[in-house]
């Protein structure tokens, strides 16, 4: 079995890069498909784990290099799951991740303005796989649950700031980044692939 040494982390994303360079093991070199000229490819799955899988096979093969991909987004309830697997696209439809909220926000008060019972109900999930060239690939998903409230905080990215996970006081946006990254979605997904892929660190 051949020890990983070098992986490609499969995103152009630099928060999303560096939480999934800071979970994986000191001792690896990490590359970014940005050093490789590499641009990511179109999201055509219809669920977080074909998109994780899509872009997993798609940079391992453009960069001939193990690689680990995620996709992941935001779960609104009371908005029928919205904006999904749409999360990065919702961003660039209103004009980046700070009006995108805001939609998220207004959509939200409008659904409970009538209600006695509000549904804040939210959650992210992160689907993460691994891909060696030989075709072989793992994956798995992590889901954190929480809810909508009003923007709060400045760390983080995409929808940190509007998503306070459930037995928290603070969003993500306000959490120091060393307490965020050890329990959030991408935390749980990788803690999931960790028990199956230990033996190649």
Same mark, same amino acid.
């Given at each position: 079995?051949? #020890?990983?040494?070098?992986? %490609?982390?499969?995103?152009?994303? =630099?928060? =999303?890069?560096?939480?999934?360079?800071? +979970?994986?093991?000191?001792?690896?070199?990490?590359?970014?498909?940005?050093?490789?000229?590499?641009?990511?490819?179109?999201?055509?799955?219809?669920?977080? %784990? @074909? !998109?994780?899988?899509? =872009?997993?096979?798609?940079?391992? =093969?453009?960069?001939?290099?193990?690689?680990?991909?995620?996709?992941?987004? +935001?779960?609104?309830?009371? %908005?029928?799951?919205?904006? $999904?697997? +749409?999360?990065?696209?919702?961003?660039?439809?209103?004009?980046?991740?700070?009006?995108?909220?805001?939609?998220?926000?207004?959509?939200?008060?409008?659904?409970?303005?009538?209600?006695?019972?509000?549904?804040?109900?939210?959650?992210?999930?992160?689907? +993460?796989?691994?891909?060696?060239? !030989?075709?072989?690939?793992?994956?798995?998903?992590?889901?954190?649950?929480?809810?909508?409230?009003?923007? #709060?905080?400045? !760390? $983080?990215? $995409?929808?940190?700031?509007?998503?306070?996970?459930?037995?928290? #006081?603070?969003?993500?946006?306000?959490? @120091?980044?060393?307490? #965020?990254? %050890?329990?959030?979605?991408?935390?749980?997904?990788?803690?999931?692939?960790?028990? &199956?892929? &230990?033996?190649?660190?």
């Amino acid at each position: 079995m051949n #020890k990983i040494s070098k992986i %490609l982390i499969g995103s152009n994303n =630099k928060g =999303k890069f560096k939480e999934i360079s800071d +979970l994986l093991p000191q001792s690896i070199e990490k590359i970014s498909p940005a050093k490789m000229g590499i641009k990511s490819p179109e999201e055509t799955g219809k669920t977080f %784990l @074909e !998109n994780a899988e899509l =872009k997993a096979d798609f940079f391992c =093969k453009q960069s001939k290099m193990t690689t680990i991909a995620d996709d992941s987004g +935001l779960e609104v309830s009371c %908005l029928n799951g919205e904006p $999904g697997i +749409l999360s990065a696209r919702w961003a660039d439809q209103y004009g980046g991740f700070d009006s995108a909220m805001l939609e998220i926000l207004k959509r939200v008060r409008h659904f409970n303005s009538k209600k006695k019972i509000k549904d804040t109900n939210a959650r992210f999930i992160c689907a +993460l796989t691994i891909q060696w060239t !030989n075709g072989k690939k793992i994956s798995e998903q992590g889901t954190i649950e929480g809810n909508i409230i009003s923007k #709060k905080g400045k !760390n $983080g990215f $995409g929808y940190d700031a509007i998503f306070t996970p459930k037995g928290y #006081k603070k969003t993500f946006g306000e959490m @120091e980044y060393n307490k #965020k990254v %050890l329990i959030d979605h991408r935390f749980v997904a990788f803690k999931k692939l960790e028990k &199956k892929i &230990k033996d190649y660190f």
